[in-house]
C-alpha cells in the first residue's frame, strides 16, 4: 500500500500570496548523533586539596635591599681572588696560573686580569717573586697586601672563638634534611653564607666526631649527622614584633599580613596568604610525608625551611641558586623562585645582577639594616672599608698619572661583575690546595691574552705599580 507524501502549506499571516506547499519527502532527514559521553566530575573533600592557581605577583622593588645586593655583587671577585691567594701557603700565585682561574674568577676571556686586579690597591698587589725556572730568574705574581692579610687573620681567629656555635649551625642544616646528611659539593655553595671557613670539613666536621662523621656515597663525600640534639631543633623566632609600629592598642578587626612599606597585593593573593597562614603549625624539623600533605600545607613546610636557612645565615640572605641545589635535601618545590616571590610577607627576591638573592624581610627593618648585627659581618665591612681606600688610592694616582690603570672607564666593574658564574670545581680548593699541576689546565685564546697581559704589564711597570722581591725577601718563597 503506497503512502501519499505529506504536503505542509506554509504561508505568513500577513501575506496575500497563496500557500506553498512542501512535500516532506523532499526533506533531509536529521543524522542521527552520537550520545554524548557523560563527563568527569572531580570531587575534593576539602579546598586545599586544589592545585595553587593564583595571578603571579608583581615585584615591588626594595631600593635599600638592592643596594644591599649590589654591594654584595661588587665585591665578589675580591672575595673570590682572595680565595684563591689565601689557599696558598705564601698567598701569592703567578700571573701565569692566575689567568687559568678566569671562569672561576667570573671573569670573561675579553676583560684584561692585570686591571681588575689594580681596581683593589688596598687589598692585592703585583710583585715579582723568584723562580727556580732556569728561563726566567723571576715571575710576576699576585698576593695579598699587609692590610688584607691583617683582615684574613682576625677573621679566622673570631671563627675560631666561634667554632662551637658553627657546629650548631651545621647541626641544624643537617637536622633540616630528610637523611640527616649532606653532600660537601652542596654545602660548599651554603659555607660562605654560614660564616663557615673555607675548610671546614676538616675544622668542623673532624673536630665534632660525636656529631658529624664523613661517609662515602654514589654521588660523592657527604657529611652525616650522628645524632639528633631536641634542643637544637626549635623553630626560629619571630626577628621583628610589627606591634611595635602600631598607632593604637585596640585588637585588629581583620586578620593582618605583614607586609613591607609600600607594597600592595591583589584580594586573591591576600586570601591565599591568609589561608596558608591558618593552617596548622608544622615544624620544618619533623619528619613528615610530603605526599601526604595537601599542596598548602606542602608549601607552609617548604616557607618554614627556607626562613630557617635564612635565619641561620650571617646577612640573612643567600642567593636562590644556592638554594636549588638543596631542593631534595629539604623537600623544596621545583619553582623555588616563584613560591619566594608568592610570599612577600616573608621573602624578597632582588633581581639585581645576574643570580637573584632573597632576604628574609623580618631581619630588617623598613631602611634595609639588620635588626641583629652577626659578628661575622665584621669581615665583609671592614672588606668595604678596604675598597673604599682603594678608591681613593687610584684617585690620588690619576691625579700623578695619566695612565688611568685600574679606572671604571677601563674596566667596567658592573660588567665585569655581573658575569654568570660557572661551576669549575674549584671548590676544593683548600682540601687539594693550589700547586703547579695547575699548567695542565688547557686556555683558550693563550697567544692573544698573553699580548694584552703584556701590554698592562708594561704600563703597571711604568707607573711603579709591581714590586720586586729579593729572592731573601719578605717571607715570599721560591715558585
Known sequence: MAVA????????????????LIHCSHLPFPKPTKPL???????STTPSSHPIHIPPPKLVRSPHLDSHASRHSHLRFARKLSTLLLSKPRHFLPLSILRRCRRYLTLPNRRPLIPMILRYPSLFRLIYAPSQSP?????????????????????????????????????????LSFH???????????????GFPADFRSKLCNRHPDRFVTVNTSYGRAVQLVSLDKSLASPLPPLRSYNDDRIMDRPRRF????????????????????????????????????????????????????????????????????LTHF?????????????????????????KGIRHSVYLTEAYNDKGKLLVQDELLMEKERMMELVREGKRMRRARRKGFDLNLGDDDLVNSEEAENEPEIEDG????????????????ADDC??????????????AAAAGLIERVSEDGDGVEVW
Open 180 to 194: 640527616r646528611r649532606i653532600l660537601t659539593s652542596k654545602l660548599v655553595h651554603l659555607g660562605p653564607d654560614f
Open 5 to 20: 507524501p505529506l504536503s505542509i502549506p506554509i504561508t505568513s499571516p500577513h501575506s496575500t500570496l497563496p500557500p506553498l
Open 37 to 43: 559521553l557523560p563527563l568527569p566530575i572531580r570531587a
Open 446 to 459: 693563550e697567544d692573544e691574552e698573553d699580548e694584552v697581559e703584556q701590554f698592562w704589564v708594561k704600563k
Open 255 to 322: 586578620d593582618f599580613i605583614p607586609l613591607r612599606r609600600g607594597l600592595n597585593i591583589k584580594r586573591c593573593h591576600r586570601e591565599f596568604l591568609l589561608r596558608i597562614r591558618n593552617l596548622p603549625e608544622i615544624s620544618p624539623f619533623d619528619d613528615c610525608d610530603l605526599d601526604s600533605l595537601s599542596p598548602e600545607m606542602a608549601e607552609k613546610r617548604a616557607c618554614a625551611v627556607v626562613r630557617e636557612i635564612l635565619g641561620m645565615t650571617v646577612e640573612k640572605r643567600t642567593l636562590i641558586d644556592h
Open 135 to 175: 728561563l726566567h730568574s723571576s715571575v710576576l705574581a699576585v698576593t695579598l697586601t699587609p692590610a688584607a692579610l691583617s683582615l684574613f687573620e682576625e677573621s679566622s681567629l673570631l671563627r675560631a672563638r666561634m667554632e662551637d656555635s658553627l657546629a650548631a649551625k651545621l647541626h641544624r642544616l643537617l637536622m
Open 426 to 441: 674549584f671548590e676544593d680548593l683548600f682540601e687539594v690546595g693550589i700547586g703547579d699541576d695547575w699548567e695542565d689546565i
Open 327 to 351: 631542593r631534595r635535601d629539604f623537600g623544596l618545590p621545583n619553582k623555588l623562585r616563584a613560591m619566594l616571590v608568592r610570599h612577600p610577607e616573608m621573602f624578597y627576591v632582588s633581581i
